[in-house]
């Protein structure tokens, strides 16, 4: 059946949604191949936009990083967790297609193939002292929000929020502050993933009070997460792959090796390569 409220939503997500095309002239700041080389399961990656939320997105949080996605590995390396879901099978194109697990404007928490990011900047940001148990519940916590819709109510109450308080009192009419019982079928893409390492009572930006006993963390609403949180967290590393690494100068060929062609068993008992193999030969007879 036909709605107004559906249809009006459907086309508002489109707009959101549009990216201009890539100029070919602008060089990316990262590279593929680095990337598939460093990333495992269980780093979040950071996403710089270039669709139209996106630019809202980074006025409303002051931040380059519009995005966020959950590295899960493969399907092959989920299966021998044991954690794969049955539902996961139709997004792998083989056992061993890199994926992520996130929660996109219009489409809700899905798994999408890694090279759908082949052309985006991105920051990989890796906890820390995570332990391979703790790494696989917190991938398997964000596998349990797959169809969950993306909450776009909270991306309008968190602009509001994150306006100046002068402007609207930060209650009014927002949803951001409601503790309400039972689960919750929607969320956002940095929502999702604090709430899965929080699952696991790994920080990312815990609220930190100091009291008579000494220090304690307490769970920060996951509501109030962005993107960017993950690269101010102190308890991620940066992992960085630049387009053209300074390990891919390969300076061990700049060192001071000796040009005669000497092979030595030490410092006082050198000779020279070929004289060495005619050594060798004479040997053998």
Known sequence: MFSVGKWTLHRLTRWLN?????????????????LCDEVRPGDVLLIEGRSRASNIIKKITQSSWTHSALYIGNYYQL??????????????????TNLVIEAVLGQGTIVTPLSKYRQSHIRLCRPRSLTLADRNKVIEHALR??????????????????LPYSLMPRHWLSTLFEYKAGPSTRTICSSMLADAFMSVHYPVLPVVAH???????????IKLFTPKDFDYSPYFDIIKYPYIGLDELATYRSLPWDTEGLICNEVSDCMPFPLMEESDQQKGE
């Open 18 to 34: 549009y990216e201009p095309p890539l100029d070919p002239t602008v060089p990316s700041l990262t590279n593929y191949e680095r």
């Open 79 to 96: 299966n021998a967790a044991g954690i794969v879901p049955t539902a996961l099978k139709t997004h792998a194109r083989t056992p061993h």
């Open 145 to 162: 929000k797959l169809g969950y819709s993306y909450d776009i109510r909270h991306l309008f109450d968190l602009a509001r929020f994150l």
């Open 211 to 221: 009291t008579a006993d000494g220090v304690r963390f307490y769970k920060r609403n």
